[in-house]
């Protein structure tokens, strides 16, 4: 049997219901639309289920100055078994901690997937935080300055502004929202690199976070 | 006989969300006092269309970039290569990215773009990879070349430009990233075009990446 769903419409005012009713219909629009109200914000209903974590290398890293090949600065492997949980890339930031040497230097971010199979790397042992205060107990790894295969690095994010002076250019921070843009299934990778005009020794953190989530996953 | 209509109701939401034990099967959805139907995200925005597998992007070869707004000429194309009724393109992101200095001044850049009408004749595939936002690899019908025919006065200028670098020797790796949300969709035989420019036109000082999602879905063509 086949039920419609009807809800009220909203003419030029808005409901004023009271506390704790229950009878209330949900609102439309005079085009049909269901009106919605966003009840927290976006992210909260993914992290409080406990599986969203990030991890910062532990000593900073000095920029590339071409864009990468086969050498990632932050590698994210996930271990996972075939059917495991995929890693949804939530976002991923660079933190400059060191000023430019010459002059103030724009910074780019790149990234590349590392398709499945990905051979399992040694685990630098960094230290995977969570999101919502617990300790780590998946499969992922991590690596650090890592060898890698090409599977095609792309730029990703908008630039942040830069000083004016190279003195002043240090704690410059550039973090990218994904959105669950790119999916990391069972074996597979997550590359992240830092592009800079002059290779500062020690200059950037580099940081990924990641939701795991259990989903299909057309593979 | 028509089917019967039943009114969906949700349980008003004051000061206090719910906090209701796991598995409860009888609780209503909330609405808060307006009558909007409250509402939580389960994932990341682009997750449940990128978990489809049927999301790509590809990197252009280097470019020069224009001094001009764009008129006949994209300097980097992607065709849909479906046939009629077949998936369609939606343009996900758009990112510039700046790979050398600049020459004379720290140029701030722009990026443009534009959508073909189909029918547009089949590009001649330039050898670019295209990748998976989630590790397959490609097997759709898309074509990808530089240098493709446009029409002018049909560019639109997308993104906010990011702040350059105070000097000249800083200004590479600068990126522009633009989130489209799907404003483009390119129909089979249709074109998405981009280009950029900048005030001093450094010779392949550019290159640029183009994501989109494959559709299946009616949509109104004409």
């Not at chain 1, 919605?36 to 969203?52: F, K, M, N, T």
């Not at chain 1, 976002?91 to 040497?101: F, G, K, L």
């Not at chain 1, 669950?180 to 020690?202: C, H, Q, R, Y």
């Not at chain 2, 999602?213 to 109104?220: A, D, G, L, M, S």
Request: charged residues 15%.
């Amino acid at each position: 049997m086949i039920v419609k769903i009807a809800g009220r419409v909203r003419g030029l005012f808005a409901g004023n219901y009271p506390e704790n009713r229950e009878d209330e219909q949900f609102h439309l629009n005079s085009r049909g639309d269901q009106i919605v109200a966003q009840g927290l914000p976006s992210q909260v209903e993914l992290v409080r289920l406990g599986d969203s974590w990030q991890v910062m290398t532990a000593s900073a890293q000095a920029p590339v100055t071409s864009i990468p090949t086969t050498t990632a600065a932050l590698v994210l492997w996930n271990g996972e078994p075939a059917g495991g949980k995929t890693y949804v890339i939530d976002s991923v930031a660079i933190a400059e901690i060191v000023v430019d040497a010459t002059q103030s230097n724009m910074t780019g971010a790149w990234c590349m997937l590392g398709k499945s199979p990905v051979t399992a790397p040694t685990d630098a042992a960094l230290a995977i935080r969570s999101l919502n205060g617990r300790t780590y107990g998946g499969r992922a790894r991590t690596v650090v300055a890592g060898t890698v295969v090409n599977d095609g690095w792309f730029p990703i994010g908008t630039s942040a502004p830069v000083a004016a002076a190279a003195a002043g250019s240090a704690w410059k921070q550039t973090d990218i929202p994904l959105n669950g843009m790119f999916l990391i299934v069972p074996g597979g990778s997550f590359n992240l690199s830092a592009l800079k005009v002059a290779a500062t020794a020690g200059q950037v953190h580099l940081i990924i976070r990641w939701h795991e989530v259990q989903m299909i996953v057309k593979s | 006989m028509a089917a019967p209509i039943t009114k969906i109701s949700g349980r008003v939401r004051g000061i206090q969300a719910a906090n209701y034990p796991p598995d409860a099967e009888r609780e209503q959805i909330h609405l808060p006092n307006s009558g909007d139907a409250n509402i939580a995200e389960g994932l990341p925005t682009l997750t449940e269309v990128v978990r489809h597998g049927d999301s790509w992007q590809v990197l252009s070869a280097a470019f020069t970039a224009l001094t001009a707004v764009p008129t006949t000429v994209g300097i980097f194309g992607l065709w849909n290569g479906e046939p009629g009724h077949g998936k369609y393109y939606v343009i996900d992101s758009v990112c510039l990215v700046k790979i050398i200095i600049d020459v004379t001044t720290d140029d701030t850049m722009s990026l443009w773009a534009t959508n073909v009408r189909q029918p547009v004749a089949a590009l001649t595939d330039a050898a670019i990879t295209i990748w998976g936002m989630s590790g397959k690899t490609y097997g759709g019908r898309a074509r990808k070349a530089a240098s493709v025919t446009t029409i002018t006065g049909r560019w639109d200028a997308i993104g906010s430009s990011p702040t350059s670098a105070p000097a000249i020797g800083g200004t590479a790796w600068q990126s522009l990233d633009v989130p489209l949300y799907g404003k483009y969709i390119v129909p089979p035989g249709g074109m998405f075009a981009v280009h950029a420019s900048e005030v001093t036109a450094t010779a392949s000082a550019f290159r640029v990446l183009i994501r989109w999602h494959e559709i299946q879905t009616p949509y109104v063509s004409s």
